[in-house]
């Protein structure tokens, strides 16, 4: 039986290959096309682009704003809030109410992208300024900007920060209910063979990974991840489940949250690590599997990378699987 189910394996890999690269395609084709028609909504919506937009329900029902998200930053981060602000014209800086976001979040990110191709430039994060400090100032090149924020262990008041654009304020304080997350318990209901066949080449991309350059599977895997992040990603099989040992000298420094999403790239549960050996249920579907570790806010101990063990397990092979790598 596990021979046959080997040789299963094996031929259903092999007829992937060829699938996956018309989704890549397909992908990259959406992606530009849906990355315009997106970019040219946002240049008519001059007065929304200074109020701070958070994803949610809400937002996600607006047209072609699923289906952006989708393409540019797919594997949505489950664990913080996010939201976005812009674009705007910027001549020489950016300043950031940085005592907004210590008082809503225990940890938070708030990164500037370049527009239209939303490269990050630069980052803020919780802990690099002093709480004695309430704006904190970016000097940037003349330019059009985005930002975008995300909120880690957040306060039961949740406000997004006001921004100033060269010393004027332009993004005023926005508050939020603390269960604007919520949304994620009903969101594959949203799925449907378009999103399988935009995502379809990335179970056989991850399976091939020992074999491309890591760059460019990061890259298509985590297209607008955080940079204050470090990541675990690979595939997971149906009937497999994922195992966690952890080192306790990382809870001191680090929080560690996992996700495993589907093969339409949305999140079937999510957890966060708190103990020192975690096996998660045996998965019903193929999926994929994303870890984030996070510092904690005020630390600098460096990461060390023995401190955690991500295995695949399979009841038909006693003995690991697959050993993941970020």
Request: aromatic fraction near 16%; hydrophobic fraction near 40%; glycine fraction near 4%.
């Amino acid at each position: 039986m596990v021979m046959m189910n080997q040789i299963l394996a094996v031929a259903q890999f092999f007829w992937e290959v060829p699938l996956g690269f018309l989704s890549f395609v397909f992908f990259k084709s959406m992606k530009f096309s849906i990355g315009n028609l997106y970019n040219f909504r946002l240049s008519k919506e001059k007065q929304k682009n200074l109020e701070w937009q958070p994803l949610c329900k809400e937002t996600l029902e607006r047209s072609i704003t699923l289906p952006f998200w989708m393409t540019f930053g797919p594997r949505l981060n489950t664990h913080a809030i996010i939201a976005t602000v812009g674009p705007f014209e910027v001549k020489q800086s950016i300043d950031l109410d940085i005592r907004t976001a210590d008082n809503s979040a225990e940890s938070w990110t708030i990164a500037v992208y370049r527009f239209p191709d939303y490269k990050t430039v630069t980052k803020i994060v919780a802990g690099q300024v002093s709480s004695e400090n309430q704006w904190k100032s970016l000097e940037l090149k003349p330019g059009t900007y985005m930002l975008g924020l995300r909120y880690y262990n957040w306060s039961e008041s949740v406000e997004f920060p006001a921004v100033k654009i060269d010393g004027v304020e332009v993004v005023k304080y926005k508050t939020v209910p603390n269960s604007i997350n919520n949304f994620y318990s009903e969101f594959r209901q949203k799925e449907n063979w378009f999103y399988l066949c935009l995502h379809y080449y990335l179970f056989p991309l991850l399976r091939l990974r020992k074999w491309l350059p890591k760059s460019f599977v990061k890259k298509e895997f985590l297209p607008v991840g955080d940079p204050s992040l470090t990541y675990y990603y690979g595939v997971i099989r149906k009937g497999e489940c994922i195992n966690v040992d952890v080192n306790p000298l990382l809870f001191n420094s680090y929080d560690v949250y996992m996700t495993v999403y589907d093969r339409c790239s949305f999140a079937v549960f999510f957890h966060q690590i708190k103990t020192e050996n975690y096996t998660s249920k045996a998965m019903e579907e193929d999926c994929f599997y994303l870890f984030r570790v996070r510092q904690k806010t005020g630390i600098q101990e460096q990461f060390v990378s023995d401190w955690i063990d991500i295995k695949v397990l399979s009841p038909e092979v006693p003995q690991i699987k697959v050993s993941s790598y970020s």
